[in-house]
């Protein structure tokens, strides 16, 4: 697949995530317009939308040192500069995490993050959202010598001493000694690239990351922007497969980041062309590449079809030179239809899934409204069309009943304002459990347990207090919402055997999202702690910066479930109290209707010509509805 088909299957992707987002504001209209949006559900809806319009999709290229990832990206994103735009020449690596994404509002830059900063505990998100922080260089796009030395920045070093290195949070032991005893450090902690290229532009994000050293000093890597990634490539060396450092790489954080319902990850077998012999034909090379990629299955415990060959180099030359043939045998072409239907597919099925999950049920909640006063209307014409002929005193007896049935529903409603407070104060309760107030209490406890001794093992029973604290919160806030719920049930089938609503099946509040979500986590940094980088260099900056990490994940799931709790819990009684008043509505306009037979039939025959009129526009609105709800349930 040429760079083009790449950008064609990305636009596509884009249109239908635009046609999906002209259905969701359509609806929020409507809801505006026929009075049906609550402030909650205003909230939800538009905070749907903005995820929507800001959706970006992440590709992350994880490597050891020289193993061409750098050269990866240049082949199949920049080629198009007929020139190398990433540096990545012999003894040149990237030497800092790499973002490279779009934003049309702010101009061409590179964005660079002072080493410095890993002293401090703030996160590189915190950072983000501080601009005074970094450097920042402009990038002129139309002059690509001054783009490649402004890009230079990346594989920037300086001399520190062992001391400084400590400072930090380097070990030592894992950094290049120079002649003069000094040790080798980035400049930069973190680059960001804002770049107008066509991928980047339709929402694509890239995230290089350095090697080994790099992913055990910095924990925010693996336990927060991996998992952040829609798709990783894990770039291998053909000649030698997995090597030692590889496999660490690959167990103690590409796995810890890997969501584990997924296999959201590829192997890239790079530097193929080493392996091409002139002494041998093709089919030799063919078959010592076809061991490598068997091998390497076996070894990462991953289908075939997930190990891709490929020769970064010679795609790139292949695409500056415009040389079709070499650009196949370099692999690069299956390497880009295997991104683009992998990454791609599985961002638009986690958005479908999204979509479905928070709006489904409220589409469907407003198209059961519109039934009922369809079926409403209908009733009442047909109870208009039979009043015709009635004598008064037949009137003034339905007229009572009305009335009397009005009455009933003001009690109703009464019932139902009594069983909101009640439902208002145990959800208010339940809430409790994970209020801010007690998140920062678990994390300010388990930060005191660590305290007098940073190292593997105070670390150890510091998490284990503050998970099990949470986790704890989390089942009671689990058999509350389970009690909760049985009591919405109990509420739904006394208001419709009582006041003769048609009440259709509470929603459930489904916590096992979170409590699944909150499991990986826990089990994620079980894994990345026991990790023999963090074991060996028991270093007090990366057992912090660990905590840090982890703690923000954690309250990031608790103030989701929250949140979550909180909307579910509000809305739950609104069909109710939606019911009543249309009741109430249809009752009144039963009841004028006999007022008008009694003195103007013709006033009458007006009322049904409107009701008529009414019946059209709402059958309009239940089709108009389904189209929604269809195009929402769509991957089309």
Not at 149 to 158: F, S
Not at 399 to 417: E, F, N, P, T, W
Request: proline share 3%; aromatic share 6%; net charge neutral.
């Amino acid at each position: 697949m040429s760079i083009t088909a790449l950008q064609r299957k990305l636009d596509n992707y884009t249109s239908w995530r635009t046609s999906l987002l002209t259905e969701i504001e359509a609806y929020k209209s409507w809801l505006d317009e026929e009075s049906l949006l609550e402030g909650e559900e205003e909230l939800r809806v538009l905070e749907l939308i903005d995820s929507l319009k800001s959706d970006k999709i992440m590709l992350a290229l994880v490597a050891e040192f020289s193993r061409g990832k750098t050269e990866l990206i240049n082949s199949i994103f920049f080629a198009d500069y007929k020139k190398r735009l990433l540096p990545s020449s012999v003894g040149r690596t990237t030497m800092c995490p790499t973002e490279i994404a779009y934003d049309e509002k702010l101009p061409p830059f590179i964005q660079l993050l002072p080493i410095e900063t890993r002293k401090s505990s703030l996160t590189i998100d915190e950072y983000k959202e501080a601009a005074v922080n970094w450097s920042r260089i402009d990038l002129d796009i139309d002059d690509p010598e001054q783009m490649t030395e402004a890009l230079l920045q990346l594989v920037q070093t300086k001399e520190i001493s062992e001391q400084e290195a400590k400072e930090l949070g380097f070990p030592p032991h894992t950094l290049d000694l120079l002649e003069n005893n000094k040790l080798q450090v980035p400049v930069w902690r973190h680059a960001m690239i804002n770049y107008p290229h066509p991928l980047l532009k339709s929402g694509l994000v890239i995230l290089d990351t350095p090697g080994l050293n790099a992913l055990g000093t910095e924990p925010e890597l693996t336990l927060n922007m991996l998992p952040q990634a829609h798709t990783i490539m894990f770039i291998l060396a053909a000649d030698t497969g997995v090597t030692r450092s590889d496999m660490d790489i690959w167990r103690n954080h590409i796995t810890v980041a890997l969501n584990p319902r997924e296999q959201n990850v590829m192997a890239v077998l790079n530097k193929i062309d080493t392996m091409w012999d002139d002494l041998h034909d093709d089919s030799f090379t063919q078959a010592n590449i076809r061991r490598q990629i068997e091998e390497t299955s076996r070894i990462l415990d991953i289908d075939e079809d997930l190990v891709v060959p490929v020769s970064a180099q010679k795609g790139l030359i292949a695409k500056v030179k415009n040389d079709r043939l070499l650009l196949n045998r370099s692999g690069l072409p299956k390497l880009e239809d295997k991104l683009s239907n992998d990454l791609i597919d599985k961002k638009q099925a986690l958005i479908q899934r999204k979509v479905q999950r928070e709006l489904g049920v409220m589409v469907k909640a407003t198209k059961d409204v519109y039934l009922s006063r369809l079926n409403g209307l209908v009733k009442e014409r047909h109870e208009i069309l039979n009043l015709r002929g009635k004598s008064k005193t037949i009137l003034i007896t339905l007229s009572k009943q009305l009335q009397a049935k009005s009455r009933r529903l003001s009690l109703a409603m009464d019932d139902y304002h009594k069983t909101v407070r009640i439902m208002n104060d145990q959800a208010k309760r339940l809430r409790q459990h994970l209020s801010s107030k007690n998140i920062d209490f678990m994390i300010g406890a388990s930060r005191a347990t660590m305290q007098e001794t940073w190292n593997t093992f105070g670390l150890k029973r510091g998490m284990k207090d503050f998970f099990d604290q949470a986790e704890e919160r989390l089942s009671e806030v689990n058999k509350g919402s389970v009690k909760l719920s049985g009591l919405v049930d109990r509420i739904y089938k006394e208001f419709k055997t009582r006041h003769k609503l048609e009440m259709a099946q509470p929603p459930q509040f489904d916590i096992e999202p979170f409590i699944e979500d909150f499991v990986h986590l826990r089990q994620d940094g079980e894994q990345f702690r026991d990790s023999m980088m963090l074991v060996v260099t028991e270093q007090h900056f990366v057992i912090k910066r660990f905590f840090i990490t982890m703690a923000s994940r954690a309250r990031r799931i608790l103030d989701e479930t929250n949140f979550a709790l909180r909307a579910w819990s509000k809305a739950i009684l609104q069909p109710i109290s939606t019911q009543i008043e249309d009741h109430k509505d249809q009752i009144g306009r039963r009841l004028s209707n006999i007022e008008k037979l009694k003195s103007n039939h013709s006033n009458l025959e007006q009322r049904v010509s409107n009701i008529e009129k009414q019946i059209t526009e709402l059958r309009d609105k239940t089709m108009t509805l389904q189209r929604i709800l269809a195009r929402i349930q769509s991957s089309e």
